[in-house]
């Protein structure tokens, strides 16, 4: 057989490994490889006589080693930690990353894709969590792999994409039953427009949690809103801090507020401080994701933690799987715990007093 006729998966196939197995071994990433099988590799590639070149395989094929990342904008500094755990997981397995801000346009989504796709990227990472879909049908149509981050199916979906999410219903039943715990009855929602799988399956989860603990729920305490941008991910703090100057200015205003991410809940402190008001004494904050700033502000931030360099680990390990075609059949979904971190920023309604 002449090289320029075998593939990675010819030689993954005779030393009975994956074709990213085969690609780290070329890439000499073996730190974690038993001995016994990166030999196995080597011995495949020297009795096939495989030389890869990846000019020649691009030409040939228009596959790049290449994944696109779409998130709504690195302005919030959890998609930043979020591009990074991608990135760690694609080097690990051979392929580099291309970011992308889609600021969850769908207009601007697309034209993204598009563009990737023109490059020869046959699979992206979208993080935005849309309610639709649909906008990438085309693409799908043609063959374009999509890993979905904190999405999950829809019934209205005409295509199926692989996800993965935190169980953003039972974080935000975390965050509520907390507060409700410490004495709270009269709780705030902070969040931008409410128009994303995930932020419509945490404000599920608010509900019932308040329900299940026969609170009532009071739809005056739920806060939505923009400045410029349609989501307010770059504005993120900014809204927080008018989301709680709103909420806490009323006659009867509430004990707690559970923001949407982190950041919102950043925006609240300083909209709590704007009235005189101290965290946890007059109002306690809890927020969603637990970035690296939640435990360096004062007072340290109670969140809801989503395991994010694991999640991105099996995303990627998901849309390589797809785009070698180690892995087929229907669309897979996997759901991942989330965790209540308690810090300095809650606490019990009679510590105020």
């Known amino acids: 057989m002449l090289s320029e006729e075998v593939t990675i998966h010819d030689v993954a196939r005779i030393a009975r490994v994956s074709p990213s197995t085969v690609s780290n071994v070329l890439n000499g990433r073996t730190e974690r490889m038993r001995p016994e099988t990166s030999e196995r590799v080597r011995r495949a590639i020297k009795q096939l006589g495989y030389a890869p070149n990846q000019a020649a395989r691009q030409l040939k094929t228009g596959f790049v080693p290449v994944i696109g990342l779409i998130v709504p904008s690195v302005a919030n500094p959890f998609w930043g930690a979020f591009a990074r755990s991608v990135e760690k997981a694609a080097l690990a397995a051979g392929y580099q990353v291309l970011l992308c ?13 598009e563009s990737l796709w023109s490059r020869g990227i046959r699979g992206v990472i979208f993080g935005s969590s849309p309610v639709s879909f649909d906008h990438l049908l085309g693409l799908s149509e043609r063959g374009l792999q999509v890993v979905a981050f904190d999405r999950q199916a829809q019934r209205a979906d005409q295509v199926g994409f692989d996800s993965i999410s935190v169980d953003n219903e039972l974080g935000a039943r975390l965050a509520a039953n907390y507060l409700v715990t410490l004495g709270h009855h009269r709780i705030g929602f902070l969040s931008g427009p409410i128009r994303t799988v995930n932020r419509l399956k945490r404000l599920e989860g608010f509900r019932a949690a308040l329900e299940d603990a026969s609170v009532p729920f009071d ?23 008018v ?17 949407i991410n982190d950041m919102y809940a950043f925006g609240a402190y300083a909209g709590a401080r704007d009235l005189g008001l101290r965290i946890p004494h007059d109002v306690s904050v809890v927020g969603f994701d637990d970035i690296v700033l939640a435990e360096i502000v004062d007072p340290p931030l109670t969140t809801i933690r989503q395991p994010l360099e694991p999640m991105m680990q099996a995303a990627v ?15 897979e979904h996997t759901m991942v715990t989330p965790e209540l971190i308690v810090r300095g920023s809650t606490a019990r309604i009679s510590a105020r007093d």
Request: no cysteine.
């Open 317 to 331: 390990k998901l849309l390589i799987g797809r785009l070698e075609e180690t892995r087929t059949g229907s669309p």
């Open 219 to 241: 739809e005056q305490l739920i806060w939505e809103g923009a400045l410029s941008s349609s989501f307010g991910d770059i504005e993120g703090t900014d809204i927080g801090r």
């Open 101 to 113: 801000n889609g600021e969850r346009d769908p207009e601007r989504e697309q034209r993204y894709a």
């Open 243 to 259: 989301a709680a100057r709103d909420l806490l200015s009323r006659p009867n205003r509430p004990t707690a507020l559970f923001a």
